[in-house]
């Protein structure tokens, strides 16, 4: 099979040029000016942009979570992220605890195999770190190609560790050549704001709200980031919403230190007025939740200046019928919220085409970094010889809008329900194939691979 990509406007996280792109079985194997091929397929891109398939590098799929379970499953959550143009998703393992990562492993393989149609690869979240689970993280690594350790500074019982367990894993993983990432939020001052509020009959999701204010997460953030400094491990911090928290690694920054930023698509343009709409605002509870406009500025600046790396979405939606368990309580109220299949085209309507970013950056920040970080680059996140034939064609001045009517995630409202947008994915190729073309799908599930990671490091 092969297939030729004429006449596009190539973009990567550095380039910006029109060629032609050959494609023979799953890989790019010639890019160059008019080249003189014979390919089984052929698709015209003259005026549209060819990037990089995208990575979301945070996302939550069938996941068991506050008495449910996440609504997109492997099957559906990854055919929406290919609809949006994100050919590579990294899910998370949670571990159990008391039981082992190995256990936890097997559990997700179970969830996975067979059932995606989009790549992906596992992040695996240490929620109770002894002697054990410190044994196992050097096969994780060095077998599994897992090389990503999550962990969680909040929702104390279920799945935070103590910090005294951040330092020992910290250690840990640093020797087997891996990285640990972090949900920084200080868990015990979140559990006593929800307890005040709960106890005063404040019960609405404002005060999901209202229990997470900023300083919950810039505590944490910094206290995350001394660990990650005293251990000497590459670091991470997922879904990062505010100026404080990275204020906290411009810090870090100072004393050359590198710890990866990550946000997510809904913390860059949408804000807290949200929660003002009463019990409708469950669609957008979310930990942390959404902020102000001027955090929202922070991260754009921070996407410019090289702070934050990557834009995520930690898509995690649930049906309304969910969210409705905590419709007299916010606190049982499931987290989470549908973006795996909006964040591209939002980035690119809300970021490129309002000039915050550009063109470069939003390669970057969407795909190419989190390749880079996660140990996948240049098999992932580029256009060039050798890499997987991951591409999506965007046209960049087609207008469409958003709606849980139309859109494919497994769940029935959309956090940006009419949202008007300007640039469409169209044509979406993973590893050499087309998965969808003009909002019609080629793939079928099982047709999604497991990515096995190389080791990491605090310099790409
Ligand atoms: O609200 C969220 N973020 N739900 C998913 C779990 C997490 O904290 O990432
Ligand atoms: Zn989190
Ligand atoms: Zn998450």
Redesign the pocket.
């Known amino acids: 099979m092969s297939l030729l990509i004429k006449n596009g406007r190539i973009i990567t996280a550095a380039d910006d040029y029109v060629a032609d792109i050959f494609i023979e079985d799953d890989k790019i194997t010639t890019i160059g000016k008019n080249l003189d091929v014979k390919a089984t397929q052929t698709i015209y891109a003259k005026n549209k942009l060819v990037i990089p398939g995208g990575i979301d590098p945070?996302v939550?799929l069938d996941?068991p979570?506050m008495g449910t379970y996440?609504s997109d499953n492997y099957e559906t959550g990854t055919r929406a992220a290919l609809f949006g143009g994100t050919t590579m998703v990294i899910d998370?393992i949670l571990q159990t605890q008391g039981k082992s990562l190995h256990d936890a492993l097997k559990e997700w393989q179970g969830r996975s195999n067979g059932n995606a149609l989009g790549d992906y690869s596992f992040h695996m979240a240490v929620t109770d770190f002894n002697d054990n689970t410190k044994a196992e993280i050097k096969d994780l690594v060095e077998k599994e190609g897992i090389t990503s350790f999550k962990t969680?500074m909040?929702?104390k019982g279920a799945?935070m560790i103590d910090d005294r367990q951040m330092v020992g894993l910290m250690n840990e993983v640093k020797k087997q050549g891996g990285m640990v990432t972090v949900?920084a939020t200080n868990g015990d001052v979140i559990d006593f704001l929800v307890a005040k509020h709960k106890a005063e009959g404040k019960l609405s999701p404002l005060y999901h709200y209202l229990s997470q204010p900023e300083i919950t997460e810039s505590e944490a953030t910094g206290r995350f980031a001394d660990m990650a400094y005293h251990t000497g491990v590459p670091a991470y911090v997922?879904?990062m919403t505010c100026e404080g928290a990275l204020n906290q690694i411009r810090d870090a920054d100072k004393r050359n230190q590198k710890v990866f930023v990550e946000t997510c698509i809904q913390y860059l343009v949408l804000d807290a007025s949200l929660y003002d709409k009463g019990f409708e605002s469950a669609k957008w509870?979310?930990?942390?939740p959404l902020r102000e406009k001027k955090d929202q500025e922070t991260l754009w600046a921070g996407l410019n200046q090289g702070t934050v790396q990557v834009v995520a979405t930690?898509h995690?939606p649930f049906m309304w019928e969910q969210k409705k368990m905590g419709e007299h309580d916010f606190s049982k109220i499931?987290?989470?919220?549908p973006a795996i299949e909006n964040r591209m085209e939002l980035l690119f309507s809300e970021g490129v085409k309002k000039g915050r970013i550009s063109l470069n950056k939003f390669v970057e920040v969407s795909s190419t970094n989190a390749a880079k970080i996660f140990g996948m680059y240049p098999k992932k996140g580029t256009i060039a010889v050798g890499s997987d034939a991951d591409i999506v064609i965007l046209d960049p001045n087609e207008k469409h809008t958003l709606s849980a009517k139309t859109h494919h995630m497994h769940c029935d409202y959309s956090g940006y329900e009419g949202w008007e947008l300007t640039g469409k994915c169209k044509t979406i190729i993973l590893r050499g194939k087309v998965a969808v073309d003009n909002n019609k799908l080629f793939v079928e599930k099982g047709y999604g691979q497991f990515v096995k990671r190389n080791k990491v490091s605090s310099i790409i």
């Open positions: 945070h939550h996941m979570f996440s998370f969680f909040a929702y799945l949900h997922v879904h509870v979310m930990s942390p930690d995690c499931p987290n989470g919220h």
